[in-house]
């Protein structure tokens, strides 16, 4: 399978509790993005790397969630002492990011893991 | 701040009708539009998307309409099929920027 791979696929865990999630992204992919997905909500963008870099968060992303790449690979997303509103699909997305040239159609699209499914009790 | 909108949570059409789907941005700066599909318990898929340089971009049953004037995009399909049942996120961006969604319509093709 060489598809986004996402895991855990589904974490229970209690309020206070920290949490890690893991996204393995297609091999050949230089950039790697994290979206956070609420019931009836489409994707809510939290941030993304480009190789190892991070190169945006967005205001979503509390002090209490950090995420890393840090061999420009798979990525983790760690949320510390988490609360019941962290409760969500986790979202892992890659892409690959050809040059500086404006981009033709087609390309750029992103490929989407399974997601994490996070549920605080 | 919600840059890209789809105002119908839901639509529900016949088997072989077209379905059209559609979706508002604000933000004048996108320049890439795109339609996802998703089906219970599996990530978006990309379906189809278009520059902002073209109006139309078709592929098979699928047929992206972009007018850029109204700040509008829509999905249309046709002929729907029971296999299209799904939801539909739309999702827009600017050059080498991050990609926003829209929150999605759930498609339900009745046979």
């Known amino acids: 399978d060489t598809g986004v791979s996402q895991n855990p696929r589904h974490k229970i865990t209690k309020r206070g509790q920290n949490v890690t999630f893991r996204c393995d992204p297609i091999?050949?992919?230089?950039?790697l993005y994290w979206y956070r997905q609420t019931l009836g909500q489409g994707p809510e963008f939290l941030t993304y790397?480009?190789?190892?870099?991070?190169?945006?968060k967005s205001r979503l992303l509390s002090d209490r969630f950090s995420a890393e790449r840090p061999k420009g690979s798979f990525s983790t997303l760690e949320i510390q002492r988490t609360e019941q509103g962290d409760s969500a699909m986790y979202l892992c997305?890659?892409?690959?990011?050809?040059?500086?040239?404006?981009?033709?159609?087609?390309?750029?699209?992103?490929?989407f893991g399974e997601g994490s499914r996070l549920t605080v009790l | 701040d919600q840059q890209v909108k789809q105002n119908s949570p839901s639509l529900s059409v016949q088997e072989g009708r077209i379905s059209i789907l559609n979706c508002d941005y604000t933000?004048?700066?996108?320049?890439?539009f795109l339609w996802y599909k998703k089906y219970p318990a599996e990530g978006p898929t990309f379906l189809i998307s278009?520059?902002?340089?073209?109006d139309k971009n078709e592929d098979g049953r699928f047929t992206v309409f972009l007018n850029k004037s109204a700040k509008h995009l829509s999905l249309h399909i046709v002929p729907s099929q029971p296999g299209d049942s799904a939801v539909y996120f739309c999702?827009?961006?600017?050059?080498?920027?991050?990609?926003?969604f829209g929150a999605g319509t759930r498609l339900t093709v009745k046979p």
């Open positions: 790397f480009q190789n190892e870099a991070q190169l945006e």
């Open positions: 933000n004048s700066m996108f320049d890439y």
């Open positions: 997305a890659s892409s690959l990011r050809q040059g500086g040239l404006r981009r033709p159609a087609g390309t750029g699209e992103l490929f």
């Open positions: 999702a827009a961006s600017a050059f080498n920027n991050d990609m926003r």
């Open positions: 278009i520059s902002s340089i073209k």
């Open positions: 091999s050949e992919h230089n950039r």
